[in-house]
């Protein structure tokens, strides 16, 4: 297969005998067919195999709580305290893995590293149906958190390998809907858990048995379906494949195939690390990912004790889920349609505002219930937003990794706080909790503004002083600094301009 090739010295790809100027991209408008021709193959392939890849993992990793509602923490005489330990020790290593693993995505591939975890959670989560104490069921799900750990930031990362900044938002929406996977979960564990006394085993576990089996047949079927680059998807015609690099440089010039931007540096982790506008979004996804996992793990159980059954509980956990599989589309298209993240943002929280208030104030089980549409849909759009925010304003690769691997980091350990603020005792109300959410979700409104701001004079900044920040990088053949002064200050190069 052609890989395609840049001319030295211009701005012209090759592949074969195709080749395209970097400057038609934008301005042909028989390119810009062609181009969106490129872009809807990737929609119809790339988008929909990450979404499953998703679906697996969030289902995988979220059923416990489904499998509570159908007596998991009864049969195995857990407390709440011993619930909360065996949901909360998932994401420790989850955590801890993601951002190695983001750092190690392009030595290793991702057409080996995603088939690879998701058969191995797979395995793991089908145990999970197996175990017969409070040890056993800690124990396993450790184990499912170093390994499902690496997949959503490196699903980012590999996405933003595809598509430009401009429309990588709907995408990440797209395969980040917590939402749709919980709507499917309940779905799906209503009908499991009347296997229960199948084969000796209780409704329960044959939600983790079945659900692992089937994330273990994708997990080898994978293995065939995963592309690492355009370059190597085989669905893109040799043009198509030359397009998608094209647009890609144009919109970050540091994607380039003559650019060693493999080689790992320690300073554009600290960058990112050190980046304003990454640690106000740190903040936000820490916010929404308290929300978000609260809703994920708990909704059964919310549900159940505001009066309704077991079954019940389930299916009725479906509509603020699929709700916010709408809200979680809907803000992510027109956030990618008018090039703004923060008013989606700052809306979307004000939607989970209005729902932790309308359920705090509610004195009628279907009013509590009613409000679930406002928080579940609020909180679980609001994630990969920001996540896509956070991600278009990191270059170059390796500063763009450390972000992703932030977003996904502080979502995650919003998930630890989550899983302790739901005890059986303070249902159905869950006062502190749903006081606590409904302040975080104030305050993410008042940091994506404040974010907004930051990089509003960001921008501006850089601009005025363009000439004294490129003067370092400067030669008589590149007067801009060329290829290498945007490998050097990546998002802090005057030319790239910071999205909000």
Same mark, same amino acid.
């Not at 591939?109 to 056993?136: D, E, F, K, N």
């Given at each position: 297969?052609?890989?395609?090739?840049?001319?030295?010295?211009?701005?012209?790809?090759?592949?074969?005998?195709?080749?395209?100027?970097?400057?038609?991209?934008?301005?042909?408008?028989?390119?810009?067919?062609?181009?969106?021709?490129?872009?809807?193959?990737?929609?119809?392939?790339?988008?929909?195999?990450?979404?499953?890849?998703?679906?697996?993992?969030?289902?995988?990793?979220?059923?416990?709580?489904?499998?509570?509602?159908?007596?998991?923490?009864?049969?195995?005489?857990?407390?709440?305290?011993?619930?909360?330990?065996?949901?909360?020790?998932?994401?420790?290593?989850?955590?801890?893995?993601?951002?190695?693993?983001?750092?190690?995505?392009?030595?290793?591939?991702?057409?080996?590293?995603?088939?690879?975890?998701?058969?191995?959670?797979?395995?793991?989560?089908?145990?999970?149906?197996?175990?017969?104490?409070?040890?056993?069921?800690?124990?396993?799900?450790?184990?499912?958190?170093?390994?499902?750990?690496?997949?959503?930031?490196?699903?980012?990362?590999?996405?933003?390998?595809?598509?430009?900044?401009?429309?990588?938002?709907?995408?990440?929406?797209?395969?980040?809907?917590?939402?749709?996977?919980?709507?499917?979960?309940?779905?799906?564990?209503?009908?499991?858990?009347?296997?229960?006394?199948?084969?000796?085993?209780?409704?329960?576990?044959?939600?983790?048995?079945?659900?692992?089996?089937?994330?273990?047949?994708?997990?080898?079927?994978?293995?065939?379906?995963?592309?690492?680059?355009?370059?190597?998807?085989?669905?893109?015609?040799?043009?198509?494949?030359?397009?998608?690099?094209?647009?890609?440089?144009?919109?970050?010039?540091?994607?380039?195939?003559?650019?060693?931007?493999?080689?790992?540096?320690?300073?554009?982790?600290?960058?990112?690390?050190?980046?304003?506008?990454?640690?106000?979004?740190?903040?936000?996804?820490?916010?929404?990912?308290?929300?978000?996992?609260?809703?994920?793990?708990?909704?059964?159980?919310?549900?159940?004790?505001?009066?309704?059954?077991?079954?019940?509980?389930? *299916?009725?956990?479906? /509509?603020?889920? =699929? @709700?916010?599989?709408? #809200?979680?589309?809907?803000? &992510?298209?027109? %956030?990618?349609? $008018?090039?703004?993240?923060?008013?989606?943002?700052?809306?979307?929280?004000?939607?989970?505002?209005?729902?932790?208030?309308?359920?705090?104030?509610?004195?009628?089980?279907?009013?509590?219930?009613?409000?679930?549409? *406002?928080?579940?849909? /609020?909180?679980? =759009? @609001?994630?990969?937003? #920001?996540?896509?925010?956070? &991600?278009?304003? %990191?270059?170059? $690769?390796?500063?763009?990794?450390?972000?992703?691997?932030?977003?996904?980091?502080?979502?995650?350990?919003?998930?630890?706080?989550?899983?302790?603020?739901?005890?059986?005792?303070?249902?159905?109300?869950?006062?502190?909790?749903?006081?606590?959410?409904?302040?975080?979700?104030?305050?993410?409104?008042?940091?994506?503004?404040?974010?907004?701001?930051?990089?509003?004079?960001?921008?501006?900044?850089?601009?005025?002083?363009?000439?004294?920040?490129?003067?370092?990088?400067?030669?008589?053949?590149?007067?801009?600094?060329?290829?290498?002064?945007?490998?050097?200050?990546?998002?802090?190069?005057?030319?790239?301009?910071?999205?909000?």
């Amino acid at each position: 297969m052609a890989e395609p090739t840049k001319d030295a010295g211009s701005a012209v790809f090759q592949v074969g005998e195709d080749s395209i100027e970097l400057d038609q991209v934008p301005k042909q408008r028989i390119v810009t067919a062609a181009e969106e021709r490129a872009v809807r193959k990737l929609d119809y392939t790339i988008v929909p195999m990450v979404t499953m890849f998703f679906l697996l993992s969030f289902v995988d990793r979220t059923n416990i709580g489904n499998a509570r509602v159908a007596g998991l923490q009864k049969d195995l005489g857990l407390t709440d305290h011993q619930y909360s330990v065996c949901a909360t020790i998932l994401f420790v290593p989850y955590i801890a893995s993601e951002l190695p693993s983001n750092l190690l995505l392009r030595w290793v591939g991702p057409h080996r590293l995603m088939p690879t975890i998701i058969t191995a959670w797979g395995i793991i989560v089908t145990l999970q149906g197996l175990v017969s104490s409070y040890a056993g069921l800690a124990t396993v799900r450790a184990i499912l958190g170093l390994i499902e750990g690496p997949m959503l930031p490196g699903i980012v990362l590999y996405l933003s390998g595809f598509y430009t900044r401009r429309d990588l938002s709907l995408r990440v929406a797209l395969f980040s809907s917590a939402s749709l996977a919980g709507a499917f979960s309940g779905l799906l564990a209503s009908a499991i858990q009347n296997m229960n006394g199948i084969g000796g085993r209780p409704g329960w576990a044959w939600i983790f048995i079945l659900e692992g089996l089937f994330s273990v047949v994708m997990g080898f079927i994978s293995f065939f379906l995963v592309p690492s680059t355009p370059a190597d998807c085989k669905f893109l015609t040799p043009t198509e494949r030359l397009l998608i690099q094209a647009r890609l440089e144009h919109d970050r010039p540091s994607v380039t195939p003559d650019v060693p931007s493999d080689k790992f540096s320690y300073r554009e982790i600290l960058r990112s690390l050190t980046s304003i506008h990454v640690i106000i979004l740190f903040i936000v996804l820490f916010f929404a990912g308290t929300g978000l996992y609260g809703s994920a793990l708990f909704l059964p159980s919310v549900v159940n004790q505001l009066g309704f059954s077991p079954i019940q509980s389930q *299916l009725l956990s479906v /509509g603020p889920f =699929a @709700a916010g599989f709408i #809200v979680t589309i809907l803000s &992510a298209y027109l %956030s990618d349609k $008018y090039q703004n993240r923060t008013i989606p943002s700052a809306i979307v929280s004000a939607l989970a505002v209005a729902g932790f208030a309308l359920f705090l104030r509610s004195t009628s089980k279907f009013t509590a219930y009613g409000s679930l549409f *406002l928080t579940v849909p /609020g909180v679980n =759009a @609001a994630a990969p937003l #920001v996540a896509t925010w956070m &991600a278009n304003n %990191s270059e170059p $690769y390796f500063r763009r990794a450390t972000s992703v691997a932030l977003a996904f980091m502080a979502t995650n350990t919003g998930g630890i706080l989550s899983t302790w603020c739901f005890p059986t005792k303070e249902g159905p109300r869950f006062t502190k909790t749903t006081i606590m959410n409904l302040t975080f979700s104030t305050l993410a409104i008042v940091l994506v503004f404040i974010n907004f701001a930051i990089l509003h004079y960001k921008n501006q900044r850089k601009r005025r002083l363009r000439t004294e920040l490129l003067a370092p990088y400067t030669d008589e053949k590149e007067s801009d600094g060329g290829l290498k002064a945007w490998m050097e200050l990546g998002d802090k190069h005057p030319d790239f301009v910071y999205s909000y």
